[in-house]
């Protein structure tokens, strides 16, 4: 079964300092989103991303973070100067169209866990 | 109005009891209403998804109950097995937007 990959799979990183997490999508998909979950917390959305643009984000994607399709088969996100707060589980997901019939369905990776100290 | 909110915060049931999560929404828009199922450090998977216009659903021994009037939906398991242990999350969509926004969770352990 296709899957979304993500690396890494846990990261530590110093306040202040950049990091890029990647995911490989499903090979057929189109739309790509990033969310978050803070440990015990809900799951949040943080962006979405289609034809090679955000076409939609939400008020926790501020300038420090930024996403990125570089060779049309990785999907990145990068968080400038990571904050303390940024500490998380960063998940991929990716579907084929929006119609979310039958086995078109949202997909999420296993996700990349952020540790910022 | 984007909100899901999602009771109980946690569950524990017995082997073969029925194991069941709410979950209520204020957006008439949403469209779109999946639960997902995430194990320890997985992502989340989808579990069983339902339209508004069908009341019930049911996929094995999981179903979803819609409610439109009250703005409600439910997964009910039934013949609940230790390897359903998870947490759950309700979600939304609304056809306006691409993000679907998730409730609360609802950690489930099943007990023998």
């Known amino acids: 079964e296709p899957e979304v990959t993500q690396t890494p799979s846990h990261q530590v990183t110093q306040m202040g300092q950049e990091v890029i997490l990647r995911c490989v999508p499903i090979?057929?998909?189109?739309?790509f989103y990033w969310y978050r979950q803070i440990l015990g917390q809900k799951v949040e959305f943080l962006v979405s991303f289609y034809n090679n643009e955000i076409s939609e984000k939400s008020e926790i994607f501020d300038d420090q973070f930024s996403v990125e399709r570089p060779d049309g088969s990785n999907f990145t996100l990068k968080i400038r100067s990571t904050k303390l707060e940024d500490s998380a589980m960063y998940f991929c997901a990716s579907i084929r169209n929006l119609d979310l019939l039958g086995t078109n369905v949202l997909t999420f990776g296993a996700g990349s866990r952020l540790t910022v100290l | 109005q984007q909100q899901v909110k999602q009771s109980p915060q946690s569950l524990i049931v017995q082997k073969g009891g029925i194991s069941i999560i709410n979950c209520a929404y204020e957006n008439t828009a949403f469209d779109y209403f999946p639960w997902y199922q995430q194990f320890p450090g997985k992502g989340p998977a989808l579990l069983i998804a339902i339209r508004p216009d069908v009341s019930e659903k049911k996929e094995g021994r999981f179903t979803i109950s819609f409610n439109k009037s009250a703005k409600q939906f439910s997964l009910h398991i039934m013949d609940s097995q230790p390897g359903d242990s998870a947490t759950y999350f309700c979600a939304a969509r609304d056809f306006g937007n691409e993000k679907l926004t998730f409730g609360t969770g609802t950690r489930l352990t099943i007990i023998p």
């Open positions: 090979s057929n998909h189109l739309y």
